[in-house]
Structures are given as structure tokens and as C-alpha cells.
């Protein structure tokens, strides 16, 4: 019982281990990551991230850790042996909890028998399995290393290795895709019913080999991008799964422990080069460079490529900002203990009511063409009342009830208009937009601004 006591009082903490090695680079992929397989370096990382985790257990007795994740790179390419080395590492420096999330990504080439059972018995209790797409030709053009029919396969071998919490990772708005060819990969990837789905829109970043080409790939337009993201809200919602994040859906209790540190402000450590962290009252990042990071660690140089001790007030405003991807949302009185900040001035500067004529325009743009806001083809194109109106409200994309579908298809009319999540149950809904720094409260037919 004393055990128990002192750990009641401890904080929660979530781990984060980036693991590097992949096999192959994808052509989206700005991750920090290196095609090898190199057993030299690949031990020089393993000593490196086991000297970390031990140094920092010492800093943090006041702690317990809830949930561990190896992320990449592509930790079912490093292996059992060196992922099992880590996560025991772990245990034997940081108080993890007996039911404490521990999850590992996986590729589909990368996945064995030998080795989903081995991290199984080592205590890992759930799989990210990335999937990205059911159509060989698009995964081949992303440059994944894998077929679909891999990638199912691989799934029944972590279901058999006894893993009962399984995640897929799913990619929309890809080179040459359709809304039908997602409405089909979705049907697919659910037939196989996995605990948690995770789809995220293709990003083109700068350094990516596809950034060099980006005019080429053929790319779905803005608006069919929206239809798809819908289509997976649907999807996902009609098959019991609930969306509790912008880009996340679990059946019931079964979210990321560990990804919802990032969204609720909880604190976490990472291990490995360019992960972050945010702890103690800081956020870093470590040096995105193997050689720096095995180096550094191993004769205590500054392995830190950012180090921030962010403001209380920032804090808040990020509180904001990050709590309106969930479907958890705002608490005024959690926002105050947090803070020590009023909440009141966020939601009491202007008011409209149903009868103000910004308001009932708005409205009336709610109810208009579900499926197709008639004739502007492109934000520019959007008539000058509406426009008034968008500027009058400075609001975020708002999700409430019926006028989820709406709003996402109105976007693209409005300049003003940014992605923000509000649950579709809400009968009070906040919306961020921080270009404006701007509360909206969408409560009985009244709208507050800040």
C-alpha cells in the first residue's frame, strides 16, 4: 500500500524512443531517418539511447511513466533484441506503471512471427501498423516498401502474435487517388477491424524528394481532399469507431495514451536524435544527427538542438489551440486552475445574436447546398456579403451537430476559414483561429468573439 500511495503522487510521463533505421526512404517522409543496416551504428545507437534513458531516470523520480513509444524510422526494422534492450533499460530506471501503454510502429515488410512474439512477451501491448494506402500502384509511388496484401498479412500475424490493441495508419489526398478509391481503401483496411485508425492528408514538405516534383504528382484538388476527410469521418463513425482527435479514431477507451500528452499539454521525454520533449517546465529537441547524438552522449557533450522555457500565458494559448483538435475541448475552470488566467474575457468581448444580421446571414450559409456550395471555384471567387459575414464572425472551421458537413464544404469560399475539431455532439463548441487570436462560442443560436 505505501507503494501505491507514493505513486499516486507522482506525475504522469510518457516516453518517446526514435528509433532512425528504416529500409527504404519514402518520398514524403521529413522524419529524421536513414536507410541502413548498419550493425555498427546501429549498436553505437543502441549504447547511446540506453546511456540516455539512464541518465535521465536520475531527473525524474518524481514521475511515473503511463505510456512508452517507439516511433521512426521504423522500430520493427531495428529489431526485437534492441527494442526489447530499450524498453528493459526503461523499466529499470523509470517507475512505468503495470498497465502503462507501450506501442511500437511497424511497417508491414518488417514484421515477423519471430519478432511480434518476442515483443509480446517483453510486455509491448500495442501495434501502429503503417499501412498508408490498399492500392499497390499509389504505396509504390509513395515509395513504401510494401504491398497491400503485405500489409494484411501482417496485421494477422500481430493479431495471432496475442496483441489485442491494434492502430493503421491510412494516407488520403495521394498521387492519383479519387474519393471512390478512398471510400474503397477505407472499406478494406476496416474489413480487417482494428482498434484505432489514424488518417492523415498528404503534406508536401520542403526536402522531400516529392517537394522536387510536387507539380507532377497529380495531386486530388483542395475540395476533393475535404470530401475525403469526410468520407473517413463517416466511414469510421458508421463502423463504432470515435473520433477524439482531428486526424484519430478509437473504439471505445481505446485512444493513444501517448499522442494525447501532445494535444492535453502532458509531459514526456524523448530518446534518440530530433525527438522532443517537454519536461520540467521545458521543451527541447535533441540535435538531428546520429553521429552528434551517439557522440554527444557518450562524452557528455550538448546533445540539445533547441532548448525553451515557455511562458505561462503561452501555455495557455497553446492549451487553446491544441485542445480544439479533441474532441475533450475546453474547460473554463481546468483553464483557470492551469493558468491562473480568467477565462470569462475569452468569450464575453462581442456577442451575436439569432437576430443580428451577421448571425442569421451566417446561418443562412450553414443551410445552403450540402453537397455543393453553388458557383465560386475558388476562395477569391466568394461574393462580398459573404466575405462580410466571414469577417464579421473571424471564426475558425466550426464542427457542431448538422453543421459539421456544411462548414467543411463552405471552406473554401473563406480565406478566413482554418481547420479547428468540435465535437459533433456539442451543444457548446469553442473555435481557435490564432491569426486572430480569436474565442468563438457557439452556444442557443449565440455566437461570442473574442
Aim: net charge negative; charged share 30%.
Amino acid at each position: 500500500m505505501p507503494i501505491l500511495n507514493k505513486r499516486a503522487n507522482k506525475t504522469p510521463l510518457g516516453l518517446y524512443v526514435h528509433v532512425p533505421f528504416c529500409r527504404s526512404k519514402c518520398q514524403y517522409c521529413d522524419f529524421y531517418s536513414m536507410a541502413t543496416k548498419d550493425d555498427k551504428l546501429m549498436d553505437g545507437y543502441l549504447d547511446a539511447v540506453c546511456d540516455h534513458i539512464k541518465e535521465a531516470g536520475e531527473l525524474a523520480p518524481g514521475y511515473k511513466v503511463d505510456s512508452v513509444y517507439f516511433g521512426g524510422g521504423t522500430p520493427s526494422f531495428f529489431g526485437a533484441d534492441g527494442l526489447a534492450v530499450i524498453l528493459t533499460t526503461i523499466r529499470r530506471n523509470f517507475d512505468v506503471v503495470p498497465d502503462a501503454e507501450i506501442s511500437v510502429e511497424c511497417n508491414p515488410d518488417s514484421v515477423s512471427d519471430r519478432l511480434l512474439h518476442r515483443l509480446y512477451a517483453e510486455g509491448f501491448n500495442r501495434v501502429s501498423l503503417g499501412v498508408q494506402s490498399d492500392d499497390d500502384e499509389i504505396l509504390k509511388k509513395l515509395g513504401r516498401p510494401h504491398t497491400y496484401a503485405q500489409a494484411a498479412t501482417a496485421y494477422q500475424r500481430i493479431r495471432k502474435a496475442g496483441f489485442r490493441n491494434v492502430s493503421i495508419d491510412l494516407m488520403y489526398g495521394l498521387p492519383g487517388q479519387d474519393l471512390q478509391d478512398w471510400q474503397e481503401t477505407l472499406d478494406n483496411v476496416l474489413r480487417l477491424n482494428p482498434e484505432h485508425v489514424s488518417c492523415y492528408a498528404l503534406k508536401i514538405e520542403e526536402g522531400t524528394p516529392f517537394y522536387d516534383y510536387k507539380e507532377m504528382l497529380n495531386l486530388p484538388d483542395d475540395e476533393t481532399q475535404a470530401d475525403m476527410y469526410l468520407a473517413a469521418v463517416e466511414a469510421l463513425r458508421s463502423r463504432g469507431f470515435r473520433q477524439y482527435e482531428i486526424s484519430n479514431f478509437a473504439r471505445k477507451g481505446l485512444y493513444s495514451r501517448h499522442n494525447m500528452k501532445y494535444w492535453t499539454g502532458g509531459e514526456y521525454l524523448g530518446f534518440g536524435p530530433s525527438a522532443s520533449s517537454d519536461f520540467a517546465g521545458k521543451r527541447f529537441t535533441l540535435k538531428r544527427d546520429l553521429q552528434e547524438y551517439i557522440a554527444g552522449i557518450r562524452d557528455g557533450g550538448d546533445i540539445m538542438e533547441d532548448l525553451q522555457e515557455i511562458p505561462m500565458r503561452e501555455r495557455a494559448g497553446e492549451y487553446l489551440m491544441l485542445r480544439l483538435r479533441t474532441s475533450q475541448g475546453i474547460s473554463a475552470a481546468e483553464y483557470e486552475k492551469l493558468f491562473l488566467l480568467p477565462f470569462a474575457p475569452l468569450v464575453r468581448l462581442r456577442t451575436f445574436d439569432v437576430k443580428d444580421d451577421a448571425l442569421r446571414k451566417f446561418s443562412d450559409i450553414f443551410h445552403r447546398e450540402r453537397d455543393e456550395l453553388a458557383s465560386a471555384e475558388s476562395p477569391h471567387e466568394a461574393d462580398e456579403e459573404d466575405r462580410t459575414v466571414a469577417q464579421a464572425v473571424k471564426c475558425s472551421e466550426i464542427h457542431a451537430g448538422d453543421h459539421f458537413l456544411k462548414l467543411f464544404k463552405i471552406h473554401r469560399r473563406f480565406p478566413l476559414l482554418q481547420h479547428a475539431f468540435l465535437p459533433h455532439e456539442a451543444d457548446q463548441c469553442f473555435s481557435y483561429d490564432p491569426r486572430f487570436c480569436g474565442i468563438l462560442l457557439h452556444e442557443a443560436g449565440r455566437i461570442e468573439v473574442l
